[in-house]
Structures are given as C-alpha cells and as structure tokens.
C-alpha cells in the first residue's frame, strides 16, 4: 500500500479558494493542512489565545495515520506517541480476567499499512500545528456571527472586524456557534454518564498499565481505560461511571481522588492501586447529541465534533474529523469553480459513515456497562470469539482519496 499519496492528487488546482476555518482543534488544523497543500488560501480563527494542553489521551488507528503521514505529521507525532503493540485487552472487572485481546505488533500494519498509536490529544494536536504555517492561525479570535450571500461569507469576531471569505469551515466544536446556523439549535440530552480522566505518573503506576496495551476493564454501569501516552512518561486513565445529578460538560472541570476510588471500590484492586497513583481527576458530563441531517447550507459546511460528536467509545471522534478534513479539501480541490457543489459532496461522502459511528459508539456504553448474569455472560463470550482487527476493517482501512476519486467516476 502506498500511504504517501492517495489516488486523487491534491497538488492540481485550477484555481484556489479563500476559505475560512474557525476552530483550530483536530479538525480544524488537519483541515487547513489539506487545504494548505493543496494550494488554497486558509485562515483558520481560534478563540483561544494560544492551543494549550487540553483534553485526554487518544487512540490513532490506522484510517488516521494514514491521512497524517499524507499531509507530513506522522515523524512529528512519532515523537511522543506510543505504538501499540501487544494491542488493545478487555478484562473483567472483578478479577482482571482477560475477556479478549488483539495482537497489533505486526498485523495492524499488514492489514492495513499502518500501525496504532496511543497519545496525549496536546501532542497529536502540536503535530498538527507544526505542518500548518504559523501565519495562518489567528488565535484570540472568536467567531460572533455569520453571514452568507452569493458570493461568500461575511463573518465577525468579538473585536469587531467583519471578514470574507468564499467557504466557511465550522471546526468550532460540540458548542458551535456555526452549526446554528446550518440546523435547529436545540439542547443537547443528558446521557447520565460522566467521565473521569487523569494522568498518572509511569514512575508511580504498577507495572502491568506501563505495557504498550491499551486496556479496557467493564463491568456494571462502569468502564475503565488505560494506556501509556507521552513516550512511556505517563499512564492516561479515562474512567465511566454514572453522572448523578452531574452535568458540567467541561474539560476544565475536576474532583477530588476519592471520589474516583469510590466508583470502582470492589474492583479488581490492581485498578485501586493504579487509581491511587494518579493525578487529581477531570470529571465532565458525556451530553448526547442526535445525528444532524444537514452538515453543509451554500458556502458553508461543519467538520468534526460540530457534524458529529461521538461518546469516545470507538476512540475515532479524532480520525473521523481528519477524515472530514481530508474530504473536504479534496472535494474542494476537484470542484473550485463551484464550492457550493464541493461541499454537498463532501457531505454527501461523510455524512453516512460519520452518523454509523456515532450512533455505534453511543450504543457501545450499554454493551461495556452490562451487570453481570446471562447478557454479561453472552457478551464476553462473543468477545473471545471471531477476529476484531479484521471486523474492524471498514473502519481502518477507508480512504477518502479512494472515495472521492470513485465518486469522481460514478458521477
């Protein structure tokens, strides 16, 4: 497989376009790196004053890397990344017992032409951002209203100035202010979940969460996730449980260790002493969102966690808003003389594989969270059988390029 170039060739544009990306998380910097190589004018406008150290660890599989090392970024997030090589476990929660386990040391690149990392979101987004040129973010910005015509898009910031550009990209998130514009506001439903995250550091965690592993530990109305992030320096624990009346959705939100301790108390006690090794915890609420059914209105068009934000059950909220990234550019990039017909293919091209992930990873917290007796017992029964990596195929080895170039040639 050569996963230097895909089957479109993002180096011919007949023309450029000014277009305007507002958000500079994963999805919005991934897209102005597409957009960027392929030769387009890209600003991208971020409300915060610099992209600082935010969020948790994640998974980057190989339907992701794949796009990194296209737009230059995989030797940079090689850097703190850790390959997963003994792959991902899931084990009981009561004693550890190993429910299922896939060796990814040398199959995940055989069946796919890359491997799987695990890393901090800070430092997959600083890869990002070193292939982006600096002059093309403009940080402390945010974004105030939104204006299309026939044209273009006329959008202000909260100091005032007015801006144009032909295309708006909504990289803005799961509180998008562009997406309002695009489809109904309405409040996001309260899932009943919460999260906790936490680093814990490799000196003080037990010696069974130091391995390149990313394991999953599920039992009643809980899960638990670890792995090593930052080169081995840290141990990234994420951690489900019931919300209670707790509803902040905010990764700036913390708590207290014990209240940690005390969701999982009765579970296997390697977990209690790994738990006890970590950092004071973030906690925020997981809000539930239906699948939009409209990501794009004229010049504009949404991306990501703005299109569709998923429970992070599948580890692919990050690799679906780089596949959006790469889509749009290429489709934009084929069809520059009409935007507006770029952009319903994009979404034409995203919208259903995006939306069956979303409704899958909602889906999978009552799979994880089953009390034990017959479901529980059936369950981990189909775990042990089968071949995931291989199942997981339609994920892991989709293509944009491939797609928009088919789509080319149905059209």
């Not at 032409?113 to 292939?131: F, M, N």
């Not at 006690?269 to 006890?276: F, N, V, Y």
């Not at 189909?382 to 797609?403: F, M, R, T």
Request: charged letters at 25%; a negative charge; glycine letters at 8%.
């Amino acid at each position: 497989m050569n996963n230097t170039k895909g089957c479109f060739d993002m180096t011919t544009v007949k023309s450029n376009l000014n277009i305007a990306i507002i958000g500079g998380g994963i999805g919005g910097l991934s897209a102005a790196a597409f957009l960027n190589q392929a030769g387009h004018q890209v600003t991208v406008y971020e409300q915060a004053p610099e992209l600082g150290e935010v969020g948790a660890g994640l998974v980057v599989a190989p339907n992701a890397v794949r796009l990194l090392r296209r737009i230059g970024a995989l030797d940079k997030m090689q850097e703190k990344a850790v390959r997963l090589e003994a792959g991902w476990e899931f084990r009981r929660w009561s004693d550890g017992t190993v429910l299922s386990v896939e060796n990814l040391d040398t199959r995940c690149a055989e069946l796919y032409g890359e491997d799987t990392y695990v890393l901090h979101r800070a430092e997959l987004l600083a890869a990002i951002q070193s292939v982006v040129p600096a002059d093309l973010l403009r940080l402390g910005s945010k974004l105030t209203s939104v204006r299309q015509d026939n044209d273009g898009v006329e959008f202000t910031l909260a100091d005032g100035s007015v801006n144009r550009a032909d295309i708006l990209i909504g990289a803005d998130g799961v509180h998008s202010l562009v997406r309002e514009t695009i489809a109904e506001p309405g409040p996001a439903e309260y899932s009943g979940m919460c999260a906790f995250r936490s680093l814990v550091p490799a000196a003080k965690a037990p010696e069974f969460a130091k391995r390149p592993v990313q394991t999953l530990w599920i039992g009643p109305d809980h899960h638990l996730v670890h792995y090593p992030i930052s080169g081995g320096k840290f141990i990234n624990l994420v951690a489900f449980a019931p919300a209670g009346e707790f509803t902040r959705e905010s990764w700036s939100s913390t708590t207290d260790l014990s209240e940690l301790l005390a969701e999982f108390a009765g579970w296997d006690p390697r977990l209690e002493e790994l738990i006890k090794a970590a950092e004071r915890p973030g906690r925020w609420a997981l809000l539930d969102r239906a699948p939009l059914k409209k990501w794009t209105d004229g010049r504009i068009a949404l991306m990501g966690d703005a299109a569709h934000p998923m429970f992070p059950f599948f580890a692919q909220g990050a690799a679906q808003s780089i596949e959006d990234a790469a889509t749009l550019s290429a489709c934009l990039t084929r069809r520059p003389e009409n935007p507006q017909a770029a952009l319903v293919t994009y979404e034409s091209l995203r919208i259903e594989r995006a939306t069956k992930l979303q409704e899958m990873s909602h889906a999978r917290k009552d799979i994880n969270h089953l009390p034990d007796g017959p479901e529980q017992r059936e369950r981990d029964a189909s775990l042990a059988q089968g071949d995931a990596l291989v199942n997981a195929g339609w994920i892991y080895s989709y293509d944009p390029d491939v797609v928009v170039e088919l789509e080319k040639v149905e059209a």
